[in-house]
C-alpha cells in the first residue's frame, strides 16, 4: 500500500489528523505572543561612563583610553570605536555575527573589571549595556497631572518610577518635564579668597561629609550588630555647617563662604498634555521582553499606583506601542482573511462546483494552522513579518491541491471510479508537486544564511512561508485524494442551478472571450518571435533604469509608533 492507496482507504485516520491540527491550532494561536517586529540583537555591547564636571580631553585621558585598552582584548571582536564629550565616555564594541552577546557581555565585564580602580574616585561606574533595537523604543508613555510641577516631578521620581520599574519586563522609567529639586551652593569667590581656601578644598569637603561610612562589628552575648557612621546630609542646613578649615583656632564652615538654596534645577525638557504643563514618564522594557506584555503589566500597576497617589493628581496613558502593535497585526489578519476569501470565489468560479471548491479551499486553514502551531513551540511572535509571510504563503497554498484535484478530475471523467482515480492520479503529478513546492522554497531559503539583522529580521519569515508550503504539500498529498475520492463526481452530475450557477456561468462566458484574445496574442507572438525576445530582453534592461526613480531603504516607514 503506498501513500495515496492510505490515504484514500484509511479516511478516519486523515480525518482524525485534521481535526487534531483544527484543536492544537486554534489553541495555538489563541497563545501566540504578538509583536511589532521580530527580536533583532546587534552584537554590540556599549561601556558608558559619567565624569562629572571633566572636559572631553581630560574624559579621553583617564577614562576612554583605558577602558578601550581592556575591552579591545575580548574574543571575536570586530571593531571597537569611542567617542569622549564633557562628562561622558562611551564606546562601542562590536563582535562578529553569530556571537552569543550575552557571553560577549560578560567577557567585556571581566576585562575592564581590573581597571576600574585607576580611574578617577569622581567618575561613575562604568555600565555596559547591550544594544536591543526594540528596547530603544518607550513602550508606554504616561502624563501625570493635577499638581504643581515640582510635586509632579517629586511623585514621578519618588514613588511612580520607583513602582514601575518593579514591573516584570521593564528595564527602567524616565521622567521629563517638570521640577527637580536642586541644593544649589553658590560659592563667593572673593570670601574663597579672603580665608585662603581653594575651590577644590570645598568639592573635597561636601564629597567627604555626605556620606555613609561602616566602622565594624559590634558582638553581644548572643548577636552581632553591624555599626556604621550615618553621615549623608539630608537637608540644606546640615550642608551650611561642613567644616572647610580651620583659621586661627576658629573653623571656617561652608556658609560662610557660600550660599546654600533649596531650590529646583533649570528645566531643560518641558511636557503637556491637552495644553497643559505635565510630567511625562516613559517606559522602557528590557531586552528580549514582549512589548505587548509588558504594556499590559504596566498599566494594571498604573491602577495600583493610583491609589497612592493624592486625590487631585491623576495618571494618563499616552503612547502606548501595544495599540499600534495590535491594530497592525489586526490590519494584516485583515488582509489575510480577505486574500483567502478572494481565493475561493475565484477557485469556485474556475472550478464550478461546490465540492471542489471545498477540497481545495480546505489546504488554506490547515497550511495556515500548522504554522501556527510551529510559531507557538518555536516561541516565535506573531508580528508583521512573520505575518507578511503568511500573507504571501495564502496565494501559493492552493496549488498542490488544484493540481492534484485537477488530474483526479479528469481520470473521473474518463470514467474511472473515484478510489482509483485518486490513486493513479495522484501517482502521475505527485514529482511536479514535489519539485514545484521545493522549487519555491528554494527561492526563499538562501535568505536565512545571508548574517546579519537581515537574517534576523526575514528568517522568521520565511521559516513560517516553508512550514506553510510544505503544509499545503502534504495536503494535497493526503487530504485531496481522499476527500476527492468521496466528493467528487464527473462534471456533468455536479452542475448545479440557480443565481449562483448562473453567476458562474456568466464568468464563464467572459472567460472565454478574454481566452479568444488571448488566442490572438498568442498567435501574433508565435509569428515575431524575435520581436518578442527583443521587447523582452529590453523591458529587462531598462527596468534597472527604474531602480533611482523607486529609491533603496532598508525597511519602510513605520508610522505612529509612538504617537
Known sequence: MNLYEFSVKRPITILMVIIAVFLLGFVSLSRLKIDLLPDITLPVVTITT?????????????????????????????????????????????????????????????KIDPVIDMLPEEAHRPIISK??????????????????????????????????????????????????????????????????IAIEQVTQAISAENRNLPTGYLRGPKNEYLVRVVGQISNPQELGNITLTIKNGAPILLKDVAEIKDTTKEPTSYSRVNGKPAVVIMVYKQSGANTVDVSDRVQRAMKEIQRELPPNVSMTLVMD???????????????ALEGAILAVIIIFLFLTTLSSTFVIALSIPISILVAFIYMFFSKTTLNIVTMGGLVIAIGRIIDDSIVALENIHRHIERGEPPMKAAVEAMKEVAMPILAATFTTIAAFFPILFVGGATQQLFSPMVIVFSVALLTSMLVAF???????????????????????YKLVNAFQTAYKAIEDIYKGMLAWVLRHRLATIGIGVGSFVLSFFLIPIIGLEYIPALSNVIS
Open 50 to 110: 559619567i565624569y562629572p564636571g571633566a572636559g572631553p580631553e581630560e574624559v579621553e585621558t583617564l577614562i576612554t583610553k583605558p577602558l578601550e585598552e581592556a575591552a579591545g582584548t575580548v574574543k571575536n571582536l570586530e571593531e571597537i570605536s569611542s567617542y569622549s564629550m564633557e562628562g561622558v565616555s562611551n564606546i562601542m564594541v562590536r563582535f562578529k555575527w553569530g556571537t552569543d552577546i550575552d557571553l560577549g557581555a560578560m567577557d567585556v565585564k571581566e
Open 131 to 196: 544594544i536591543d533595537i526594540s528596547a530603544m523604543i518607550p513602550v508606554v508613555g504616561i502624563a501625570i497631572t493635577g499638581a504643581d510641577l515640582k510635586t509632579l516631578r517629586d511623585l514621578a521620581d519618588n514613588v511612580i518610577k520607583r513602582d514601575l520599574e518593579k514591573v516584570t519586563g521593564v528595564a527602567m522609567a524616565a521622567a521629563m518635564g517638570g521640577l527637580e529639586r536642586e541644593i544649589r551652593v553658590e560659592v563667593n569667590p572673593s570670601r574663597l579668597k579672603a580665608y585662603g
Open 321 to 335: 506601542q501595544a495599540d499600534y502593535i495590535r491594530k497592525s497585526i489586526k490590519n494584516l489578519e485583515d488582509v
Open 478 to 500: 493526503f487530504a485531496v485524494p481522499m476527500f476527492s475520492s468521496r466528493l467528487l463526481r464527473p462534471i456533468s452530475e455536479e452542475k448545479g442551478k440557480g443565481i449562483l
